[in-house]
């Protein structure tokens, strides 16, 4: 007798990607079943270093604080090279600041994979839509494309099979090493969707037909990490120390660790040597060889591993019209010396996420053909959503090789301006040049095709991420921080840009568009209010779309209760509501954020913007321009085109 | 028949001061018995505000990130009064930052005490020397002041009563409301000491013989924490809203919440009414009356009470040669208004831990007398020490008490200078200008009786705590907080304030200055490192002092393991420290903590700083002043005066 088990969301694999896209479904109501085949949690090592989008990712998570808490920061990078008069050893030639002027806030720190998976792990238990399962696979997979997005059919179905359970009440750890695909299933899903989340040997990549396109580099790597015993002066800071014999990159950890990557040839020259046969004392003594004559020793050895780096990309990110989609490794790989694996994985997932959430939660999409004479828009809101997950993130993959194909040169071959090739890799691997293309979620002013440079430059750009930035709370003053702000409940945001509303003119025109934010009819108040009768606290936490504003008026010329009620909504049981305004102001111990001057923003006019559910910019318009506001809405499939608005679920 | 337990410290009360208290001797082998009368940690209320110096304290338990997480910050104080020009209602009258210049950080957070007291509580948990009872109280108490301090015995015997045990497999909450000091004892208490954290109505106090002195004062108010629904623009500043018929602290906090502190007068005015009386609509009728004509509706209440101030100190703060102290609210009460009660408890603990902590691990004081002719000191070295707790501590809540007068006036009939009185307020309250008097433990330069008013002025001066500051590591830039550096494990700090170390005569002073730290013979190596032979990195985090260098050296010309070796210890199993050597420098996000200019140390001859565990200054003296530092570490009998060391346990 075989199980049925019933779920919204299958997701195959609960590493760093599997857990991300599960922590869109906390607070949902959507049913989803992570399975794993590994006997339990990531015991170690592996992927480190958490890029500055990623601790965004954990804040809107709620977990940053825990995070930060065990993380490592990188302040200096050290560069170590030969003597340029020839002889032996090595000299320190530059100490550069790992730091990215246009970021304002740190660029990495350092954590193990392990303890990342943890605390999102950790985020998921208390909600009982979510459920995991360790020693499960899937052996089959059935998926019926002729079932349309938004219906209430379960076109995926899956063969899992399953270690049989540990006797709860025993408290010793799991014996077993998982299972594999090559099982009997036992136990039948019917889902909606699937993804794969299941690396780089992903089974679910080989089900739907989708190739990995590239191939592997000619250089083998070992990995330790380790406390080093050593009189090597710069042992924690970040090093490239480039020697006649290899280039080690060494980077600082927690509990005095470090980590070193340490280029290991074939013994006996020739051939790569098989990752297979290299030893800890071979991948130690290739170390020794590089940092020579300084010392070296391994304290506590906590893990170490070797490898040889494949640089490929999917050739679809999803597939069965958008009923299954590929995440992280299964569709990317490269070398992690970038530290880029991890975090690509897990931004991957909160791209697709929200895209999903919003997707089964009909009541928040219109479900009828939405988008007129738009050849691409032919499909169903729904289906258009979705397709922009590998729109957008297939890009970004296929950049990331191009990025680290001449990064693993600059390894192998030290080239003279190493210092500003790394300054422009750091640049790269925040992702401040992300910038998805246009799409139903990503909407450019009406008429314009592609953003001009001029608009390219700016920093307040449909497609990029809204840049994390310091305001102070209206009502006390305290600093915050919009990325901490923005928590992944699935909401979109309106962010009103309001400008100087000490100024009469320009505070009548955000007054206005507050009577249309607020417009239960041809305005946006049905996204933004909750329904008639309802105003309790609850309720308006619950809105899909959260208005917010940022204004650059003196404070103490704002009086916050004297603003449109929607900018700060009244609830029954709890008051008003005083945290939705915000000024660009000088705060009072944490400096001035400078946000219209960084984001290049008009004072006396401001602007109006829609960031998505992860943070991203989906449309910029001016504050009177109702109908790119409203046109957004009808574009993402949350507002009837007509102007006539459908009532939400 | 009655149990015998032995313990070296009992403590009564396991509130803020008790738990305080206990958190010194966490991982230091000493049995400490925590008892309460209450049945369980306190539910609710109460005490609420967070100084910046008892956040220092959570930082040094390891619990401040904890606590910072859950406190709210406190940043404007709204002052509003009656109309100029007559009439009825209120205006706001000015708007001031809740900031302390020369503190550099925030002045004060709000957490409730029963959060404070669990975090305090969680902290202990896992150390089995620490053990906490609740329904227990002392019922009878004798001490034998014969006992000499350092020597076997136990020599203060106490009858405790309990509670009969819940069956620990049952899950309900206690169904009693505790016990009382008129039970009958079941079992009998040896100790070393007996410490009092009982509250204002101390038991301890009474049976020791020491009487408050001092008055209740002619107010009653009433406290209330809840949501306030509110049209009173003002609401999330903390506010002072001064009416005819009172003036309202109110304090926001929170999940919403809001603290008021409300005057209630009787209800057919004259006499003042009975605490008992006080009902929380009268309370709530008060504070309507004060913010009329604003509206003022209470959603959730989630605590209230009533009371009437007393203002009183104890005669003594220790008795019986130093065996019996009273902590806290059992000798001193004021107004709570001005959030001194919970810090001033936490501190004066603070202040008593790391004393006992040193005379019961005998092996850190010369057991002999040591203090020659000086006849203050002419009891043991122990006495002497333990003696200046009520030496330091009494003056403070005397102070206060002074302080709390004032502001109580200011309360009650509001002064045209209500800003500048807050302001000083302030100041006092962060205890910025607490200095403890000449002692074993505070020693003035050789010569100096008291420190003139230039002395007085400069930041670095023993008696004061040592001011927090940020500086960066050596090894990697990554900046730090000295305060939270200075972790409480009961270890004395030498801060060399090395001056220019780039430049060659200061590097060979201070070079010098390390010789003499490390020399276990005349100088103070039997302190600052491990017994010949230990050479872990456990065992150098294990000796009594601690040596770190702040120096103000361009950072790039100082290679640290150019650096005396005790400045940057080898460990057989984990190499070098490299977390002992801090530059006065610019770090790569956080700014520069321009540690020298706010101390006013010179910069080419530096300084040499004595900081006692609790963070205090115990002596400044020059760098080449050895025989100064030496004699700092005789005078509190943790060396032979005669120059001849002792030999640690």
Redesign the interface.
Known sequence: MVATTTVDVLIVGAGPAGLALANWFRDSGIRVLLVDKKPGPTPRGQAEGLKSTTNEIFDSFGIG?QVV?ESW?L??IAIWGTREEGGSGIVREQ?I???VDELG??RETMLQQSRVEHHMLQNLLSHSNISIRYSTCPVTVEIDTSCSHGADGYPVKVGLTHETQHDSTSNGSPTTNGVDEQGVADETIHAKYIVGCDGARSWLRKQVGVVLEGDLTDSVFGVIDF?????F?D???VCYVRSATGTILAV?RSN?EVRFYIPVSSSGGGALPDPKDVTLDRILAAARAIVSPYTL?A??VSWWSAYRVGQRVGSHFSRCHERAFLVGDAVHTHSPKAGQGMNTSIQDAYNLGWKLRLVLQQGRLVRSLGLGGDPAAAATPHEALLRTYEGERRPVAQDLIAFDRGYLKLFAAPSAEFDSEMLRGMKFTTGLSIRYPPSCAVQLPRGVQDLGPSLLKADLVPGKRLQDFQVV?Q????AARIQKRLQATGAFRVIVFAGDIAEAGQFAAVQKLGEFLADRGSGLGQLTTPSEGEDSFAAWEEVPVEVLVVHCADR?KV???AMHEVYRPWSS????D?WRVFADAE???DGHGRVYERLQLDRQKGCCAVVRPDGYVGAVVDVDNFSGLRGYFEGVGMLEVSGVPTARL
Chains 1, 2 share one sequence.
């Open positions: 604080p808490a920061r302040e200096e100490v600041l790992d730091k806030t740190v406390v080093p015993k050593t009189n002066p042992i924690r800071r600082p005095k020793e304290g506590a709370y009502a006390d003053s305290i103490h009086e916050l209760l049981d709890q008051g008003y005083y705060s009072v111990l």
